[in-house]
């Protein structure tokens, strides 16, 4: 079956702008969960959602927010980029019923200029 | 805090090598632990995971060891190739509810470089 697509791949935006990005998990899984990972870092956990509700979210700013649709795509917003949001934004699909592993997407590479 | 720990955090292995990462966690909660491997322009892939009732698993050349009592498990990877060169990620959750929910916890990763 299709992998985890996340788009767009890469992303270049100006300081003080939004951004949205979007994920498609895998037909099936209703879990989705996002995570920033920078060289300095690592992966940091942003936040997650089933069945569209946010279960649990990361030490993040408040301009860091998601949702997630009825069909469990999901999207990312950052609002007032900063320089230091660069990162790999990566999201990553489960299925609750299967309850192991979570699969990646390529992810979406963001840099603020 | 860093809930879980990784080393090294680079390791170059001659081909043919063993190549051996070591993670280690605080939190008791935990109760599954996979490894991730990631290439450049990637995003990390599951390789192999492990639940606290075995102490070890085998999936080809990779092995995952685990020690309950020490809070402690490590990637074993046998017979190293030079395509086995990545960055390793191990990473610790609870399948249950709480605060885990929906979440990995990543150790900061090793890079592997297995020379031909």
């Known amino acids: 079956k299709a992998g985890v697509t996340q788009t767009p791949r890469y992303l270049i935006k100006t300081r003080g702008q939004q951004v949205t990005l979007s994920c498609s998990p895998i037909?099936?899984?209703?879990?989705v969960s996002w995570y920033q990972q920078t060289p300095g870092q690592g992966l940091q956990f942003l936040f997650e959602?089933?069945?569209?509700?946010?279960?649990n979210k990361g030490n993040f700013p408040g301009r860091f927010s998601g949702r997630q649709f009825s069909n469990s795509r999901s999207e990312m917003n950052v609002s007032t980029l900063e320089l230091g949001d660069s990162a790999l934004y990566l999201c990553?699909?489960?299925?609750?019923?299967?309850?192991?592993?979570?699969?990646f997407g390529s992810g979406t590479r963001l840099t603020v200029v | 805090q860093q809930q879980v720990k990784q080393s090294p955090q680079s390791l170059i292995v001659q081909k043919g090598g063993i190549s051996i990462i070591n993670c280690a966690y605080e939190n008791t909660a935990f109760d599954y632990f996979p490894w991730y491997q990631q290439f450049p322009g990637k995003g990390p892939a599951l390789l192999i995971a492990?639940?606290?009732?075995?102490s070890e698993k085998k999936e080809g050349r990779f092995t995952i060891s685990f020690n309950k009592s020490a809070k402690q498990f490590s990637l074993h990877i046998m017979d190293s190739q030079p395509g086995d060169s990545a960055t390793y990620f191990c990473?610790?959750?609870?399948?249950?509810?709480?605060?885990?929910?929906?979440?990995?916890?990543f150790g900061r990763g090793t890079q592997l470089t297995v020379w031909p």
């Open positions: 990473a610790a959750t609870s399948l249950g509810r709480g605060s885990t929910l929906g979440r990995l916890y």
């Open positions: 037909s099936g899984h209703r879990s």
């Open positions: 959602y089933f069945s569209e509700t946010q279960r």
């Open positions: 492990i639940r606290p009732d075995v």
């Open positions: 990553a699909s489960s299925s609750r019923t299967e309850n192991y592993g979570y699969t």
